[in-house]
């Protein structure tokens, strides 16, 4: 066997190590299908009420994206929060079901939801977090040149929940929840060569591929 | 000591990118707000925006200022119009209106800050300490009301410092609208006022 096919086998047994595992949960309280008639939207917002972390904008925009195509026309975070304001903010944003009833109780809150033809409101709770970390790597700089060497691993964890509420009858239609996780490294060889492990985009593909069959029609 | 045409450069690098490591930011907070969606009472109402208030520049820390003015003066504007059916911003009590029934006077007590490098936490933070000087008509204090805000960025990841800082101060000063919105009437002594102005005069 040739040395390429050596290091051909070496960089794919490295690529696969790279890859990330991805567990999902779903419940669901009915087994109603959901509908969604023509024309009406859903709005995918990020939680933002924790001290210590939020959803950021980019995973929320994620899925969104995943959403496309369905046919559902999909309400852009920011432009729900302005309408709304100041009822999702951090401070003022409804934790439960009952909350959001009594917020929809006031007829000029209730009037402006109306207008967005707003259907399902999918709230997306979690974080992507490093939690382990290994190897050492050290850098240098001289006049000659400068180089990496060296090694460092480190672990990823993804986290997310999405909780999907339906506003028509202000009830949870679901609760999907994915875990994905995995190891990313840097091998320094003169220059540094990072192989990433994509967690945070496989728990948002999780995620969107199984909303998708949540508010996919029989005609997708 | 002679240095060659590498050494000088090198130097000249090193510096350049130790500079870059000082903190100092200038921020002019720069956003558009919403209009606030909810109910306002029948109530006339002047809100006193003074000079100091629009023109407010935070010093946080000596090398950092934040120019809020507009910025706040701006939201509070908006905030009070789902409060009051009507809002008159003045520059000075002075020019209260006849039929006015509450002065509000707001102005920023503090402004605290904290970053990455000081919290050890992944985020820029930002609170602003409002007061508000409640007051009817004739300058009867109703209230002196103190009024936190906070704000925080998503993560400090590829932002710089000065965005950071204009991004959690964009978030404190829409949670200051947030805060006015939700607890203004909950005021012990502004809901004693309205409920007394609620109730008929009984003449003798």
Request: hydrophobic residues 40%; contains cysteine.
């Amino acid at each position: 066997m040739n040395w390429y096919r050596w290091a051909g086998i070496a960089t794919t047994a490295l690529l696969c190590g790279c890859s990330a595992t991805t567990t999902i949960d779903e419940l669901r309280p009915t087994l109603t299908p959901t509908e969604i008639a023509p024309g009406e939207r859903i709005v995918i917002l990020g939680r933002r009420d924790a001290g210590h972390y939020e959803t950021d904008r980019d995973f929320v925009d994620c899925v969104g994206n995943k959403l496309k195509g369905l046919g559902i026309g999909i309400l852009p975070e920011q432009e729900f929060i302005d309408a709304i304001y100041p009822w999702f903010e951090p401070r003022t944003a409804p934790k439960s079901l009952g909350r959001l009833t009594r917020l929809l109780e006031d007829p000029f809150v209730k009037e402006k939801v109306d207008t967005k033809d707003l259907h399902y409101l999918v709230w997306l709770d979690g974080r992507t977090e490093t939690e382990g970390s290994g190897g050492s790597m050290s850098c240098a700089i001289s006049p000659a040149g400068g180089g990496c060497f060296g090694f460092a691993q480190w672990d990823k964890v993804s986290v997310y929940e999405a909780i999907v509420w339906d506003l028509t009858d202000l009830t949870e239609k679901g609760r999907i929840r994915v875990d994905s996780s995995g190891t990313s490294y840097l091998i320094g060889v003169v220059a540094p060569i990072p192989l990433l492990s994509p967690v945070k985009n496989d728990a948002c593909k999780g995620l969107g591929k199984q909303l998708r069959s949540y508010f996919a029609t029989e005609d997708d | 000591m002679r240095f060659g045409i590498t050494q000088t450069s090198s130097a000249l690098a090193l510096t350049i990118f130790l500079s870059g490591c000082g903190s100092t930011a200038q921020v002019k907070v720069a956003a558009q707000f919403p209009s606030v969606l909810a109910e306002p009472r029948d109530i006339k109402t002047a809100l006193v925006i003074n000079d100091e208030f629009r023109t407010y520049v935070a010093k946080p820390t000596a090398k950092t200022s934040i120019e809020l003015g507009n910025a706040q003066s701006d939201l509070l504007g908006k905030a009070f119009l789902g409060l009051f059916s009507q809002v008159e911003t003045i520059a000075s009590k002075d020019q209260v209106s006849p039929g006015t029934e509450l002065v509000i006077t707001p102005s920023v007590r503090e402004v605290q800050m904290s970053t990455p490098s000081d919290s050890y936490l992944n985020v820029y933070e930002v609170w602003i300490k409002y007061n508000l000087d409640i007051e009817t008509f004739d300058g009867d204090m109703i209230d002196s009301w103190f009024m936190p805000a906070y704000g925080k960025t998503p993560d400090s990841f590829m932002l710089s410092r000065s965005k950071a800082i204009n991004e959690a101060t964009v978030v404190a000063i829409r949670d200051a609208g947030a805060k006015l919105l939700l607890d203004f009437y909950r005021i012990p002594s502004v809901n004693g006022w309205f409920k007394q102005r609620q109730q008929p005069e009984v003449t003798p």
